[in-house]
T-cell receptor, first 114, second 111 residues
Framework: NAGVMQNPRHLVRRRGQEARLRCSPM?????VYWYRQLPEEGLKFMVY????????ESGMPKERFSAEFPKEGPSILRIQQVVRGDSAAYFC????????????FGPGTRLTVT | SQQGEEDPQALSIQEGENATMNCSYK?????LQWYRQNSGRGLVHLIL?????REKHSGRLRVTLDTSKKSSSLLITASRAADTASYFC???????????FGQGTRLTINP
């Protein structure tokens, strides 16, 4: 059973470009979470999605950031018009739901904005 | 904020010694989990303890939870060089699925 997959692993964007980060949850998992980690810090929650629904986006910046988890395909975290402060590691986690609280993390995407 | 705080921020011990890390949080929780992160890598789930549990073991790991003090500790016995990593506690509140992470403890095991 493959774990949570994220791609790309490393992404370099210039200021003003768009960044698209992809996450494929573990097989059988229908809940996806996105977290951001700045250097030397813990992870900060961004958004929680189930298939075709955003359940909790309380950690998402109000502008430039969006997330989706379509019926088919991976979850996408999209950052428009990136700025240097967006440079961070972005982690995706998944869980099966149904009362299971353990979240399984992917390897992360390291975004560098130049 | 439910932000957890780990203590100490950094810990360096000799191989074979025991390592203890502490975590405090601010609001009522449903569960508390500990994760390990090797440098530049993703998080590995270590152990989950529910709010109605006081102690849990898994191999060389021992976790305690004191809800009256809103604190938890992670003990790694007979440490190995491969245990070198950052360790994070994460809590989730009733009715909320998101995890709130602490700042982490950077553990270094010296051979």
């Amino acid at each position: 059973n493959a774990g949570v997959m994220q791609n790309p692993r490393h992404l370099v964007r210039r200021r003003g470009q768009e960044a698209r980060l992809r996450c494929s949850p573990m097989k059988g998992h229908s809940h996806v979470y996105w977290y951001r980690q700045l250097p030397e810090e813990g992870l900060k929650f961004m958004v929680y999605l189930q298939k075709e629904n955003i359940i909790d986006e309380s950690g998402m910046p109000k502008e430039r950031f969006s997330a989706e988890f379509p019926k088919e395909g991976p979850s996408i975290l999209r950052i428009q018009q990136v700025v240097r402060g967006d440079s961070a590691a972005y982690f995706c986690a998944s869980s099966p739901g149904r009362g299971e609280v353990e979240q399984y993390f992917g390897p992360g995407t390291r975004l560098t904005v130049t | 904020s439910q932000q957890g705080e780990e203590d100490p921020q950094a810990l360096s011990i000799q191989e074979g010694e025991n390592a203890t890390m502490n975590c405090s949080y601010k609001t009522s929780i449903n569960n508390l989990q500990w994760y390990r992160q090797n440098s530049g890598r993703g998080l590995v789930h270590l152990i989950l303890i529910r709010s109605n549990e006081r102690e849990k073991h898994s191999g060389r790991l021992r976790v305690t939870l004191d809800t009256s003090k809103k604190s938890s500790s992670l003990l790694i016995t007979a440490s190995r060089a491969a245990d070198t990593a950052s360790y994070f506690c994460a809590t989730d509140a009733r009715g909320a699925q998101k995890l709130v992470f602490g700042q982490g403890t950077r553990l270094t095991i010296n051979p």
